[in-house]
């Protein structure tokens, strides 16, 4: 039963095009969305997130954009760049009814896409 | 001045031993975590502490037993290794208030044979 989804295992893209990497989610608690990147022989590194309310972050190359409606969002890089290839991760986490309102960490991942970025 | 670290970097050993991989964080976070990736390449989260005491507990066997001796170290001790135990073991951290944003330290690659 994986809640989130990342249904392209591999994506490969030209440097100087747009990436689009995508990610499906089931829960309808979830409330907040982050992506994650990792390098070979690394933990992954936090990028950029989204929470519920909003349907666009933008963080200079990166923008995350999220359709709550259709349970999808998506992470756009533009333009692409050789350094770009990793694996990236979407999670998400719920809104827990505990004071405070924090998940405390809960984080449910994707199982990654792998992004190649040709020069 | 690693931030989040963990050791040892590979371990192989036989079913039925027992062993640990110790993390540790110098970023001040309050909040640690153990995560299995397994196989099929999703990350899963196992425990998380808060300040030394257990927060987050999922459906993980009690062979699995960790330990936070402080709020900056937080071990992961298998008893009766199996097959099914080789994966990937990442730890993690996250700021106060900030539990989404996980620092990840480099992992840890079990092997069971």
């Known amino acids: 039963d994986q809640q989130v989804k990342q249904n392209s295992p591999s994506l490969s893209v030209q440097e100087g095009r747009i990436s689009i990497l995508n990610c499906d989610y089931t829960?309808?608690?979830?409330?907040?969305f982050l992506w994650y990147k990792k390098y070979p022989a690394e933990g992954p590194t936090f990028l950029i997130s989204?929470?519920?309310?909003?349907d666009k972050n933008e963080d200079g190359r990166f923008t995350v954009f999220l359709n709550k409606s259709a349970k999808h969002l998506s992470l756009h890089i533009v333009p692409s760049q050789p350094g770009d290839s990793a694996v990236y991760f979407c999670a998400a986490s719920p809104l827990t009814p505990r004071a405070g309102g924090t998940s405390y960490g809960k984080l449910t991942f994707g199982q990654g896409t792998i992004l190649t970025v040709h020069p | 001045d690693t931030a989040v670290s963990q050791t040892p970097k590979y371990l192989v050993t036989q079913m039925g031993n027992d062993k640990s991989i110790k993390c540790e964080q110098n970023l001040g976070h309050d909040t640690m975590y153990w995560y299995k990736q397994d196989s099929k390449k999703f990350l899963k989260i196992m425990f998380s502490?808060?300040?030394?005491?257990?927060?987050i507990n999922e459906t993980v066997p009690n062979r699995f037993s960790p330990k936070s001796p402080d709020k900056a170290h937080l071990n992961l001790h298998i008893n009766s290794l199996e097959l099914g135990d080789s994966a990937v073991y990442f730890c993690?951290?996250?700021?106060?208030?900030?539990?989404?944003?996980?620092?990840f330290g480099p992992g840890t690659r079990l092997l069971v044979l």
């Open positions: 502490y808060n300040n030394k005491e257990l927060i």
């Open positions: 829960n309808s608690m979830f409330d907040y």
């Open positions: 993690a951290s996250s700021p106060p208030g900030r539990e989404e944003t996980q620092y």
């Open positions: 989204i929470s519920s309310i909003k």
